[in-house]
């Protein structure tokens, strides 16, 4: 029935999971991927969408690396949109509606033609550790499954409970039960574990809403899409989207529940994402508001479900009809399903090396929501970091970290593993001090020649970003060498209120101006003459001219972070004694010992860490 031995178990099927098991299957790892609902696999469990502000950089990061977000999102996509197109190419941010049912359809496909894969439909109630070591897992039928890892990627299922009103009961979703066992297993040998929340908002027939009462939200006019494949292509058309917004009266409805309500009744103690409250959080805390926006999101091409994007809430199901049914728009609305908050166990993630293995038991390994994370690209990353490093392992070769400066996934790691998370962790633009070098546009620079290295980004890949890169540096120098004349540049710049040229000058200086965008660059004769003769696509393009407009900010941030690095690059013993340093305050010898940072850098970014305490450790090493 199964291997006698594998190299990588990985127990759950959502986005962490998947992507685990297909990174240490497509490394070549026997693989065995654990669920307790083959039908379940790869949920989008809250909204129907993929990307965002920093998560779209985020999948774009998977896809450089080899994961597979980025195609399925590709493929199943209902609406593209670029977010924050009006600030700077460092913000600018994908997101994709989804297909519910054709993205989870497509995940379950792609696992099922990946080689080294095996699946097995159980519940995982147990883990065998012994000196140290995982060694296997226990299932609900007494079943042992041996190991040489174990990626843990059970999202909300550790002793889930749902709430909804005054009714609670035991899940891990709407609908499927809770997994029990694995938290037991493992506070007996040490760990510290915790509890957080989250929520959902009610599913509504689509055919009950007046859609021409609510404000359309249309995608892209000229779509992109995830993917730096060409297995996938930009959508050629679209589904709308719509917004509406709460009222006074509708909040009014909403608080006569609020005696009802387990947020506020004191029978959900954990905390729940501070950046997606609920409806009933979000009338408490901004109770100025008059209104609040609700994006009407459909579930898919065929289907009339529909996702309310903005009404997570816990209420008793009557107030939510009630409230619902006074918004525009809403007034003769059904319900598929209530809304409902969920609360479920995770492990503190400072219990985590860079790996994402734990630091207690070797060859085990921990993604997603376990470690405190919220959204689907959040631990979709994890999930693929430590199904990478899992694999690596079993291999012996050396891990794959990704640092700051590298990707808005060695942000999120060093964040979860250096600071920890008391409150469900979202990854922000604001998050990452690198981000104009973190660019959704450059994640297949930075990262497709790291995963080409570990054997999971193709050489089709590879070459197709070193011919981006070759094709975009050789556009810049064109711009550097050329001359553009006062005639053909005046009246492009008199167009955009810009100061004219009074003799001619370089591309490179005309076309750094902010008010000069690529649309102006294609008008010139001899741009248009270079981009014919050497047949480059848009991508290409943007990228140049992204170089040209942010060529000196660029360069400084990659001076800051080339000077970060050499304290990245100051190792700290392994088992350093921190209380020997009779000068450092007891809060930093307390939390150093906790988190046992392994470089200096890391050392300086845990709270409770002062520069004194840095300086203090540094004259100890001897530095």
Known sequence: MFLEKYDVIVVGAGHAGCEAAAAAANMGCSTLLVTMSLQNIAQMSCNPAMGGIAKGQIVREIDALGGYSGIVSDKTAIQFKMLNKSKGPAMWSPRVQSDRMRFAEEWRLMLEKTPNLDFYQEMV??????????????????????????????????????????????????????????????????FESGRMKTGTPPRVDGRSLDYSKMIEEPGDVNPDKFSYSDETKPLTHQKLCHMTYTSLEVHDILREGFDRSPMFNGRIKSIGPRYCPSIEDKINRFADKERHQLFIEPEGWNTVEVYVNGFSTSLPEDIQFKALRSVVGFEKVKFFRPGYAIEYDYFPPTQLKHTLETKLVEGLYFAGQINGTTGYEEAASQGLMAGINAALKVQEKEPLILKRDEAYIGVLIDDLITKGTEEPYRMFTSRAEYRILLRQDNADFRLTAKGYKIGLASEKRLKRMEKKQISSNAMVDFFKETSVTVAETNPILESKASAKIVQADKMFKVFSRPQIDLEDILKFEKVKEYVAMNDLDREILEQAEIQVKYSGYIEKERNNADKLTRLEDMKIPENFDYNKIKSMSIEAKQKLSKIRPVTISQASRISGVSPSDISVLLIYMGR
Do not use: M, P, W
Request: proline content about 0%; hydrophobic content about 40%.
């Open 125 to 190: 109630k147990g883990l065998i550790i012994n000196n140290g070591k995982v060694e296997g897992i226990k299932t609900s039928l007494g079943i042992e499954i041996k190991a040489k890892t174990i990626v843990l990627t059970n999202g909300t299922f550790l002793n889930g409970l749902i709430h909804i009103g005054e009714k609670q009961f035991g899940g891990g979703r709407a609908g499927e039960s809770a997994a029990y066992g694995i938290t037991e297993d493992l506070t007996a040998v040490g």
